[in-house]
């Protein structure tokens, strides 16, 4: 959120409240547009990291899909997006397959298995691929590294025939997180060196997401020109799918302090929203977010503060922010970047409702799209 933003626009929003502002997802996708139409690719939209359909509109203007790895969110991106789907999952139901298939223009395999149980069932037109594991990445966290030697993600070298089926177009990996195009030409080097043999035969290679193209200092000139030599050299199409910098940095989280509690010298502010429920990355990354009305340096400023979520999860919370001056029960705190891999990771745990969720318009106007009841945490269960 832009500090010049109206006091009077902001003292309208509701707390707690996700708000996307336009003018900034213009702005990124702009720069998208630019490395899209430059190195000659195709970049989609990654549902997983950010599914707010009523910004798709503005989306649809720049990227023509989306990539899905579930069965609601192909129907989100047909019916949102009115555009098949970039379809990858981990393991494929037999009884959604079919469907699947008709919200599908792409279709990629997780394994072998997965690929020879549900070949014969891809209708003639969808382009089939698999997806591999370079068994390298520059992702420091587990969790979040799906690259490792063991993991479930993907084929390595090893686990593949000496030629691919006959009908497989492509090949896919996601091995980057928030990454730079340094880490992306790593990544290549070793990807043509584990798969040389099988470039000569596909159409299409998936190059994931994890390409914070949009965040400053990204050397795009790198990107463009590492895409440039790949997709000359071994004349495939070449597609990205960066949800993340999509929404690097469009939106904020508007919270407010409802208790101040202080336990052997220790203040922590409670906020009316939660880390575990909606900023999941706060605790898995675990990821400092920015706050507009202070600094994540605990040292930065003179009074110190944890900030506390409201759920009964004792590890809902933040150590070590610092406030020029003492917070106070009403104050509002605004947690910056909170558009990508927030409202797509949320949960009712406690029965908590959702934050509601809205947008200030490029007109710089605050439009409320949607609040949560009661009726929201009953219907997801039974």
């Not at 998208?32 to 430059?38: A, C, G, L, R, W």
């Not at 979040?144 to 090949?171: D, M, V």
Request: with cysteine.
């Amino acid at each position: 959120m832009s500090r010049l933003l109206n006091q009077d626009i902001f003292e309208a929003i509701p707390s707690p409240c996700f708000v996307l502002e336009e003018e900034k997802l213009r702005r990124n996708l702009k720069k998208i547009d630019e490395v899209q139409k430059s190195a000659q690719i195709t970049i989609l939209l990654s549902l997983k990291g950010f599914a707010m359909w009523s910004s798709f509109s503005l989306i649809k203007s720049f990227l023509n899909t989306a990539s899905a790895s579930s069965m609601n969110e192909a129907k989100l991106c047909v019916e949102k997006l009115n555009e098949l789907s970039h379809t990858y999952a981990v393991g494929y139901r037999d009884d959604e397959f079919d469907e699947l298939m008709k919200l599908s223009s792409h279709v990629t395999f997780n394994s072998l298995n997965q690929y020879h149980k549900f070949n014969d069932q891809v209708p003639t037109g969808i382009s089939i691929g698999l997806r591999v594991n370079p068994e390298y990445s520059d992702v420091v966290v587990d969790l979040y590294n799906p690259a490792n030697p063991n993991s479930r993600l993907g084929l390595t070298s090893k686990s593949l025939p000496k030629s691919l089926p006959p009908n497989i177009e492509g090949l896919h990996f996601h091995v980057l997180c928030e990454s730079s195009a340094q880490a992306l030409v790593q990544v290549l080097k070793i990807f043509e060196k584990k798969f040389n043999k099988y470039l000569p035969n596909i159409k299409w290679i998936n190059l994931g997401g994890g390409h914070l193209i949009t965040n400053e200092g990204y050397d795009v000139e790198l990107l463009v020109n590492t895409l440039k030599y790949f997709k000359k050299t071994y004349q495939v199409e070449i597609i990205l799918e960066p949800s993340g910098a999509i929404a690097w940095r469009t939106g904020f989280l508007k919270t407010t302090i409802i208790d101040i509690v202080e336990n052997h010298g220790s203040l922590t502010a409670v906020i009316d929203a939660s880390f575990t429920c909606h900023m999941p990355d706060c605790l898995e990354m675990p990821y400092r977010p920015e706050i507009l009305e202070g600094s994540q340096d605990p040292k930065k400023y003179s009074f110190r503060y944890n900030l506390g979520g409201i759920s009964c999860l004792a590890g809902d919370f933040l150590e070590g922010y610092s406030f020029l001056k003492p917070l106070k029960i009403g104050d509002t705190l605004t947690f910056q970047d909170m558009m990508h891999y927030t409202m797509v990771k949320t949960t009712m745990f406690n029965g908590i409702n959702h934050p509601s969720i809205g947008v200030i318009r490029s007109d710089q106007k605050f439009e409320l799209l949607k609040v949560f009841s009661y009726r929201d945490y009953r219907d997801k269960l039974s």
